[in-house]
């Protein structure tokens, strides 16, 4: 009965997520690193999106303040961030996710992006949530990672109560002993369950939190079964951190997808989904 339930639909610009409709791609680096670099990641996901026929939302954080080191790079701050991200829209016409930390990002990051993202570790942060919502753009709320898939429904009714019903919820695994996720596939039906879309976060999933010490660690090999499977349960988008050359990248390398695996597992992903929504 969970399985079946259709979810209600998120419009995002052009881009419609939910209500059986085929599977949108989240994609983009973790941070914005420089400018350069991310208008070419932008620039080959627009070309992806003509290539593989395929609804794409480009993400890109500012500011990454869940480090698990202070020494870590968090980004190029939400000033010089969101004016790349600008440059990004204008010259791909894609429509932008990024995620907010503190309530005095929440108006401007709304003035740019088409969803704004709640961080797993703020899933609980009422203030944050609320501020979110009430700018009435979509919201992204990702499960906390120390959360069963039915208590994400307190936290949806942090955003619901203000009249913002646009919401993808994310799921992006549960702790599971010390520097590691796990992502139990009931949790997707679970949250479908409750009426919204779907995101399953591919590769924070595979996040291994500060096992490298100072940083997170990663299990890249294991993004493309855990998307395969989880889209096979019948989710509404799936959600890939991509960079030119991970082992370069100065955030979540170990768990990002290089650029060059992409068209492979989009043909995959889309078979699987075709299939499930017998589309």
Not at 6 to 33: A, D, S
Not at 71 to 77: E, I, K, Q
Not at 143 to 150: D, E, I, L, S, V
């Amino acid at each position: 009965m969970v399985e079946q339930a259709i979810p209600r639909i998120v419009q995002v610009g052009e881009i419609t997520v939910g209500g059986g409709e085929p599977l949108v791609f989240i994609m983009g680096p973790c941070v914005i690193e420089y400018e350069a670099l991310t208008l070419d990641i932008a620039r080959y996901l627009r070309e992806l999106t003509v290539k593989c026929q395929i609804p794409l939302i480009f993400k890109a954080s500012f500011d990454k303040a869940n480090r698990s080191s202070g020494d870590s790079f968090r980004g190029l701050g939400m000033k010089k961030g969101l004016e790349i991200l600008s440059k990004v829209k204008l010259e791909t016409g894609l429509p932008l996710i990024t995620d907010v930390h503190q309530l005095d990002q929440v108006g401007p990051t709304a003035q740019v992006v088409d969803i704004v993202q709640i961080p797993a570790l703020l899933s609980r942060q009422t203030d944050l949530l609320t501020a979110v919502a009430q700018t009435g753009k979509p919201v992204h709320l990702k499960k906390g990672q120390f959360m069963a898939p039915w208590d994400i429904q307190n936290a949806l009714r942090k955003l619901t109560t203000t009249g913002n019903r646009q919401i993808l919820l994310g799921e992006r695994g549960t702790c599971f002993g010390y520097n590691n996720l796990v992502v139990d596939m009931r949790s997707l039906a679970i949250m479908r369950g409750l009426g919204y879309p779907v995101v399953f976060d591919a590769t924070h999933a595979v996040q291994l939190p500060a096992g490298a010490g100072k940083a997170s660690a990663g299990q890249r090999e294991f993004v493309a079964p855990l998307s395969r499977a989880a889209v096979a349960v019948g989710i509404d988008a799936i959600f890939w951190e991509v960079h030119p050359d991970p082992e370069k990248a100065r955030c979540d390398g170990p768990n990002s997808l290089p650029l060059y695996q992409l068209e492979g597992l989009i043909d995959q992903l889309k078979k699987i989904d075709s299939l499930i929504k017998l589309k």
